[in-house]
C-alpha cells in the first residue's frame, strides 16, 4: 500500500458511500475517510449502522489490490484481525472475533466491517473496506440488544485518535501480508488464536436454511470451516452466512 491519505469529517451519509465516490473519481489506494458521524451508516445486506457523534470510529479505506473478485472477501477477515489487535495493544481489552466481520467483548458487538467491491467487467477496480468501531458510548438504544462500546468494558474514556492510528497500523501490516499471497495464509493462525467461535457450537443461518454444527476454524479463502452433525467438514462461505451460537448472539 502506499502511504495513507487520511480525510477526517465532521458528518457523512457514510463513509463507505464517500470513498466510493472518491473511488470512482479515481483516488488512489490508502485513501481514508474518518466521520465523527455517520446519517446513514450501512451494515451488510442492506441493514443500518448505528453511528453516533463523538463516540465511535467510523471509517473507511480505499484498496486497489490486484486480485480477482473472488479473492475480496477474505479483506474483511484480515481486517477483523487487524482491529482486533490494535484494541488490545492500545487499550488491554480482551476483544475477540466472531467470524467473519465482528469484534465482541464479552459476548457483545463492539466493531463491525464491511467489505464493498466495486467491479468492471468482471475484473475488480476497487474495494472499500468500512470499520465501525463503538469506543466511548456509555448507552445504545433499546432496538440494538447486542451491541457494547470499549468504554463500557474499560470503564474510562479512551482516545479514539490514537485507536485509529493503531488500526490504520495494523491494517498496513496486515494487508500487506494479504495481497502477498492473495489469501489468508500467513493470518490465518492469528486469527483463530482470536475467534471466539473456535470448537464453539454455532447456528448457521444460510440461504437454504439452518443447521447446526461445531465451528472448527478458517480456511486461507475466509471460509468457516463447520463440523455437522453428520461428522461432515463444511467450508461455509463469509458471503452468503451468519452465525451465532446456539443460545444466542454468540
Ligand atoms: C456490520 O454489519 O457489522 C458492518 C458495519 C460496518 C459499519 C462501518 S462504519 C464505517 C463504514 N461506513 C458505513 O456506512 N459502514 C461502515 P452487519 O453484520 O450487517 O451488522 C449490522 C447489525 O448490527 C444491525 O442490523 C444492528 O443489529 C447491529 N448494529 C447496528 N449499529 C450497531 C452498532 N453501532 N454497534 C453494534 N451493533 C450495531
Redesign the pocket.
Known amino acids: 500500500m502506499q502511504e495513507l491519505k487520511i480525510i477526517y469529517l465532521d458528518e457523512i451519509d ?4 464517500e470513498a466510493r465516490r472518491l473511488g470512482d473519481a479515481g483516488a488512489a489506494e490508502g485513501m481514508v475517510v474518518v466521520a465523527d458521524r ?1 446519517t ?6 442492506g ?5 453516533p457523534a463523538g463516540t ?1 470510529i ?3 479505506i480505499l484498496l486497489r489490490p490486484n486480485l480477482p473478485p473472488e479473492k475480496v472477501s477474505a479483506i474483511t477477515l484480515m481486517a477483523a484481525l487487524s482491529v482486533c489487535r490494535a484494541i488490545r495493544s492500545e487499550t488491554g481489552l480482551n476483544t475477540q472475533i466472531k467470524w467473519p ?2 469484534l465482541v467483548i464479552d459476548g457483545k ?1 463492539v466493531c ?3 467489505t464493498e467491491s466495486v467491479t468492471s467487467d468482471s475484473q475488480l477496480k476497487y474495494v472499500v473496506l ?3 468501531v ?1 469506543v466511548n458510548q456509555t448507552e ?1 438504544p433499546e432496538g ?1 440488544p ?3 462500546s470499549l468504554r463500557m468494558t474499560a470503564g474510562r474514556e479512551l482516545d479514539r485518535e490514537r485507536l485509529i492510528e493503531g488500526c490504520l497500523n495494523c491494517l498496513k501490516e496486515d494487508y500487506e501480508r494479504y495481497v502477498r499471497s492473495g489469501d489468508l495464509r500467513e493470518l490465518r493462525q492469528k486469527y483463530e488464536a482470536h475467534l471466539v467461535n473456535l470448537n464453539q457450537p454455532v447456528r448457521v443461518l444460510s440461504p437454504a436454511g439452518e443447521w447446526t454444527g461445531v465451528a472448527k476454524g478458517i480456511t486461507d479463502g475466509g471460509d468457516l470451516n463447520v463440523l455437522n452433525d453428520q461428522g461432515e467438514l463444511i467450508a461455509v462461505n463469509s458471503g452468503e452466512v451468519s452465525v451465532r451460537g446456539v443460545y444466542g448472539y454468540i
Open positions: 457514510s463513509t463507505n458511500r455517520q446513514g451508516g450501512k451494515g451488510r445486506l441493514r443500518t449502522w448505528f453511528s465511535g467510523w471509517m473507511s466481520n465482528d458487538k463491525g466491517i464491511l468500512g470499520i465501525g463503538n445504545f440494538l447486542y451491541a457494547w
